[in-house]
């Protein structure tokens, strides 16, 4: 199993949360070795590096103002990723998530594909989690897939939702479903709302955990993650989410799916707006 690093600048800190993992590992069954720095210096050679540093929302935030503080963050830590772990695949969990993986492939100039950020993973996990709660069957036997940005624009293909292959759309009424998926959508806000200061933690650890395990392993599993696109669903140029196989090079291959008439022209307006969005934080950018 190869070893992990954790990296903070808050002295101490990662040290003390690798000896505690450590300490969990003969009670959940894992030897994986684990341990804290504080310098970046300690990622030098990684093959994997997960980018989970920067200022969370407060309530009332959208995902899209954390970009001024988060961005500086981004290019800092993605300059010495680049120069201490130059084959590395990088997965990006910080907001927002799709404008910041953008970012970061640039900073990085690595291969876009061995940049991803995590987005739809985690809502259609939420979106999982929801269904099986309602139907009383297990949420491994609901599948889901979420695209486009991820935020309030995010595209929910609804024939993917189902349960053990069954369309949901055959189980309960178009209404209630769309109840769930607005559910899932404002799921972030919900769980902000009600931690007040602090954010959601455990769905985007297993979000970003899937993919991990999926590089790692080669397994090329399928998963909705946020990946610059290169003309794939009509997108050139920016960091969007569509589905992927993962495996041990990044995204091995971005996936179509199908879409209604209102999915694709909800999904353009999408691209749109966040491409609208990036432009406006890169003029300012360069303003200063």
């Known amino acids: 199993t190869a070893p992990v690093t954790l990296v903070d600048v808050k002295e101490g800190m990662t040290t003390g949360k690798a000896l505690d993992l450590m300490e969990a590992g003969p009670l959940r069954g894992y030897d994986t070795h684990i341990t804290g720095a504080d310098s970046i ?12 540093a920067g200022r969370v929302r407060q309530p009332g935030e959208r995902r ?10 981004i290019r800092a830590i993605c300059r010495d990723v680049k120069r201490l772990a130059p084959g590395a695949v990088v997965i990006n969990l910080v907001e927002p998530v799709d404008l910041l993986t953008t970012l970061a492939q640039r900073v990085l100039e690595f291969d876009r594909r061995r940049v991803l950020g995590i987005g739809g993973l985690l809502t259609s996990t939420r979106l999982r989690y929801l269904v099986s709660d309602l139907l009383g069957v297990s949420p491994r036997e609901v599948t889901a897939v979420v695209v486009g940005p991820h935020d309030a624009n995010m595209v929910f293909l609804k024939d993917t939702i189902r349960v053990s292959g069954i369309p949901v759309r055959k189980l309960i009424p178009e209404q209630q479903l769309d109840e769930l998926v607005e559910e899932a959508r404002t799921a972030g806000d919900a769980i902000l709302s009600l931690a007040q200061r602090s954010t959601s933690y455990y769905g985007p ?21 946020s990946v610059v696109c290169a003309g794939e669903y009509g997108v050139d140029d920016l960091a969007i ?11 091995r291959e971005i996936l ?17 707006e966040l491409r609208g969005t990036w432009d406006q934080f890169n003029r300012r950018e360069s303003e200063n």
């Open 41 to 52: 210096e300690a990622i030098s050679g990684s093959d994997l590096v997960v980018i989970a």
């Open 64 to 73: 899209a103002d954390l970009y001024a503080d988060n961005s500086a963050t």
């Open 205 to 225: 650890s297993a979000a970003a955990a899937a993919v991990v395990e999926a590089v790692a392993r080669d397994t090329r599993a399928t998963l909705p993650v």
């Open 241 to 251: 989410g569509v589905l992927a196989r993962i495996g041990i090079c990044g995204v």
């Open 256 to 272: 179509p799916v199908g879409m209604s008439e209102a999915e694709a022209e909800a999904f353009r307006t999408a691209v749109a």
